[in-house]
């Protein structure tokens, strides 16, 4: 439509059932547009919950792991890891001291680095193993796995 005065631009809404929404305030003149803004708000909140659905959450799970773990427990253990860290999950390994095993930390940084050797190859530690209280933690996060798309070259043969 123009550049319009507001009272025109005002008028011009009232008389068509519109809005009259300033959309860019800060050019020279302000933009604005005509429209039912009940129905415009309304189709941003429907954008917004799309995209929230669609949406990957950051989803941070918790394997607790214990300093005198045995070995196959450990390696059904580090199954687990593996499939949550493939399927996009963050994981955090957690070994939990009991009583007297505290005064041992070193076993359960042990337990961290074998788990984070055997998952290396899909997911990267995020930090070093963190102390607080009685657990030693340690953060995971899944490599990304997404290949380039690979293009068909299509081979012509020729007929002889």
Same mark, same amino acid.
């Given at each position: 439509?123009?550049?319009?005065?507001?009272?025109?631009?005002?008028?011009?809404?009232?008389?068509?059932?519109l809005d009259?929404?300033?959309?860019? =305030?800060?050019?020279?003149?302000?933009?604005?547009?005509l429209l $039912?803004?009940?129905?415009?708000?309304?189709?941003? /909140?429907?954008?917004?919950?799309?995209?929230?659905?669609?949406?990957?959450?950051?989803?941070?799970?918790?394997?607790?792991?214990?300093?005198?773990?045995?070995?196959? $427990?450990?390696?059904?253990?580090?199954?687990?890891?593996?499939?949550?860290?493939?399927?996009?999950?963050?994981?955090?390994?957690?070994?939990?001291?009991?009583?007297?095993?505290?005064?041992? =930390?070193?076993?359960?940084?042990?337990?961290?680095?074998?788990?984070?050797?055997?998952?290396?190859?899909?997911?990267? /530690? @995020? $930090?070093? =193993? /963190?102390? $607080?209280?009685?657990?030693?933690?340690?953060?995971?996060? =899944?490599?990304?796995?997404?290949?380039?798309?690979?293009?068909?070259? @299509?081979?012509?043969?020729?007929?002889?």
């Amino acid at each position: 439509m123009g550049v319009l005065p507001l009272q025109r631009a005002l008028q011009l809404a009232q008389e068509h059932g519109l809005d009259l929404v300033e959309v860019s =305030p800060a050019e020279a003149p302000p933009v604005c547009r005509l429209l $039912d803004y009940g129905r415009y708000k309304y189709e941003q /909140a429907k954008k917004e919950r799309k995209l929230k659905r669609s949406q990957k959450v950051g989803l941070l799970k918790e394997v607790r792991l214990r300093p005198k773990i045995e070995e196959h $427990d450990l390696q059904a253990k580090i199954r687990t890891t593996r499939k949550l860290l493939e399927e996009g999950s963050k994981i955090r390994l957690v070994v939990r001291f009991r009583g007297r095993e505290i005064i041992y =930390p070193e076993l359960g940084r042990q337990v961290l680095k074998k788990v984070s050797e055997a998952v290396k190859e899909v997911a990267v /530690a @995020s $930090d070093q =193993p /963190a102390k $607080d209280r009685r657990n030693i933690a340690l953060t995971l996060s =899944p490599i990304s796995t997404k290949r380039p798309k690979e293009t068909k070259i @299509s081979a012509k043969t020729e007929n002889s």
